[in-house]
Every structure is written in structure tokens, then in C-alpha cells.
């Protein structure tokens, strides 16, 4: 009697070992990738020099093969972003790190945040001064802090204590940030209407950010988000980019997200895990949500930006509402693409 009722599931598995189809088919190689952007405005072609095109084209390029090379490597998702946002915060054409945008009292004030979407753990930092990696600092927050974000001096302290490469307020410093400060400051303070090209110049200075999402081999997602902020902020201003959901979001479950744009409208509609949500509650693909996220939600409270994320599988997005977003992605195969403008 026993037996009879053993044999049956016993049966199915000898059929299952014996399935030799199963044997020979080839092993589906782990899908990995990497998505970032460098900021998202009113980038259009008439107001940019080939020189500085292919400046841009080529700093992201850079960066995200330096990302893609830990994860062809079987590195993580984790380091992968870590070291590619290093390379745009290193470099002076991106507002994070070095060449970061001013403050309306001609300092700088970094935020950065990171989330790892195997494990849930986030670290932030917001309004830093002196922390040479700011993307650094989020990490070393998630990992060594039984905090997700600190502020201010105690976030710069903290750095420091760990280790991180802490700089002189100037290392950040660039003529062309103190130049737009300038212009911006001018003006805010004019009485008559500006011009279109002054007053696109005054809305671009929100923009530039960087950011990065990334899947490895392991499956495991993650995001980080780098920035100045906005030029001529006020009252130690925090936009999206430190808030974990706004700016940053890498859930497993669904994907990793990093946006950029008017960070006060992204706050709101809790931009990047908004489009996680959608993906994990509602089966909607990352390009579903997100263009919902950015086209009915941002747009329609007024504002402007976009994202770039990457999926469980390697799908990606990069979306905007915005005339362009400076952005690449790199997939398994070492296929690169780098766009600037919308209609690329
Ligand atoms: N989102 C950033 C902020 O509001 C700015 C940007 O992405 O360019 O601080």
C-alpha cells in the first residue's frame, strides 16, 4: 500500500532525471547590465559645441565601462555603481563631486544616496562639504552607521572617520560653477523679463547630476545618486537625490532606479520607488512605469527630469520630459550606447 503511493512521485522523477533535452541544452548565460545619466535639462543642440559633446559622450563612456567591467568580472552590482559614479564625480563637466553646482552662499553642499536591492540597506548623506566621494560616504553610511542618512558637518565627520578621501571646500570649486552662479544671482535680481536663452540658462543650472543603476551576475540590483543640488539654493536646500524613493530606490523584486531633475517635484511623487511599486504590484514592465511615473506624474505636478533604471532581467529605461538627459547603457554583451538628447 506504501509503495503504491511512493511510486507515483518516485516515477515522475526518474522521468525527470531521464529528460536528457534538459541535460544538453547550453547553460543561458546570467544577464547583467549598467544604466547612468549624468543629469537631465534643456539640453538641445543649438546651445552645444561639438567639443563639449563629445566631452560629455566621452566622460560617459568612461564611466560606465568602468562599471561594466567589475560586473563582466563577476563583481557586484554594488561596486560596479560605486566606481562608475567616482568617474563623473571626478569629473568637472557633471554637477557632484568636482564641478559641483554653488550655493546661493558660494559654497557647496553635496547629497548622495545608495540602496542595495538584495538586502534593502540604504545610506545617504545630504549638505557635505569635504567628502571627496560623496557616493562613497552613502555607502560607508548603509554599511558602517546604524543609520540610513546623515547631514551636514556630523555626515563630514563621519567620512572622515572612515576613512574616506576628505578634500579642501576649494577641490570643488570651478570657474564655470562661479561664473553661472553669478548669472543666476543677476537674473533673479533683474526687473525686466529675461531672455528665452537666460531664462533656459537659469532652469538648466538645476541639472546634472549623476547617477547609476546596475545588475550583476549574482541578480543582485542596485543604485546610487550624486549631486550638487541646485545652483543658488537657499536654507542648506535637500532635493531628491539623498531621499531613498525619490532619487534612488533597487529592490530584487522588481528594479533599480536613479533620477534626476527638479528634485522638489521627484520628492513628491516619490519618483523611483514609485516605479518600483508599479512594477512589483501591479506587473507593469520599467518602461511602463516609468514612463508613467515621469510623464502623468512629474509632468503633470510641473516638473521635469527623468531616470534611468535596470530590471531583475537587464531590461532598462531611460526616460525624461526633458529635451534631454545625458545618459549610457552597457549590456551583457558590451553593447554601448551613450545619448544626449531626447529624439536620439
Ligand atoms: N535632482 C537634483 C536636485 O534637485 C538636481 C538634478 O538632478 O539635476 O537636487
Known amino acids: 500500500m506504501r509503495f503504491k503511493y511512493l511510486s507515483i512521485p518516485f516515477f515522475i522523477l ?11 541544452k547550453p547553460t543561458q548565460p546570467e544577464p547583467f547590465g549598467i544604466v547612468i545619466h549624468g543629469g537631465a535639462g534643456t539640453i538641445l543642440r543649438e546651445n552645444m559645441t561639438a567639443e563639449n559633446e563629445a566631452a560629455y559622450r566621452s566622460v560617459l563612456a568612461e564611466a560606465i565601462k568602468v562599471g561594466h567591467k567589475i560586473l563582466e568580472n563577476g563583481g557586484s552590482s554594488q561596486e560596479a555603481v560605486e566606481k562608475t ?16 553646482v554653488l550655493t546661493a552662499d558660494e559654497t557647496i553642499e553635496l547629497d548622495a544616496s545608495f540602496m542595495n536591492g538584495e538586502t534593502l540597506d540604504a545610506g545617504a ?3 557635505v562639504r569635504t567628502i571627496k566621494h560623496p557616493i562613497s560616504a552613502a555607502i560607508k553610511v548603509m554599511e558602517n552607521s546604524p543609520h540610513v542618512m546623515l547631514s551636514g558637518k556630523g555626515a563630514d565627520q563621519f567620512a572622515a572617520e572612515q576613512g574616506l578621501e576628505i578634500v579642501a571646500p576649494e577641490y570643488f570649486y570651478t570657474d564655470r560653477r562661479i561664473n553661472a552662479l553669478k548669472r ?5 535680481n533683474k526687473e525686466q523679463e529675461t531672455t528665452l536663452l537666460e531664462q533656459q540658462f537659469v532652469k538648466n543650472q538645476r541639472y546634472g547630476t549623476v547617477g547609476c543603476a546596475a545588475l550583476d551576475k549574482n541578480g543582485n ?14 536654507w542648506n536646500r535637500i532635493g531628491d537625490a539623498p531621499i531613498i524613493g525619490a532619487g534612488t530606490y533597487a529592490n530584487n523584486a522588481s528594479c533599480a532606479i536613479s533620477a534626476t531633475g527638479w528634485g522638489e517635484f521627484f520628492i513628491r511623487s ?12 501591479k506587473g507593469l514592465t520599467i518602461q511602463e512605469a516609468a514612463k508613467i511615473v515621469i510623464h502623468e506624474k512629474v509632468a503633470k505636478l ?9 530590471d531583475n532581467q537587464g531590461n532598462i529605461a531611460m526616460e525624461m520630459n526633458s529635451p534631454g538627459m545625458y545618459r549610457a547603457h552597457m549590456d551583457s554583451k558590451g553593447n554601448l550606447s551613450v545619448k544626449i538628447y531626447q529624439d536620439e
Open 184 to 188: 543666476v544671482k543677476e537674473a533673479e
Open 85 to 100: 559614479i567616482h568617474v563623473m564625480e571626478d569629473s568637472p563637466l557633471f554637477n557632484a563631486g568636482k564641478g559641483a
Open 221 to 234: 540590483l542596485a543604485a546610487g545618486t550624486s549631486t550638487g543640488g541646485m545652483t543658488n539654493k537657499k
Open 125 to 127: 548623506i545630504s549638505g
Open 270 to 281: 516619490v519618483v523611483a520607488y514609485d516605479i518600483s511599486a508599479l512594477m512589483e504590484y
Open 302 to 310: 510641473g516638473g521635469d527630469g527623468g531616470v534611468v533604471g535596470i
Open 14 to 24: 526518474i522521468l525527470i532525471g531521464c529528460d536528457s533535452s534538459s541535460e544538453n
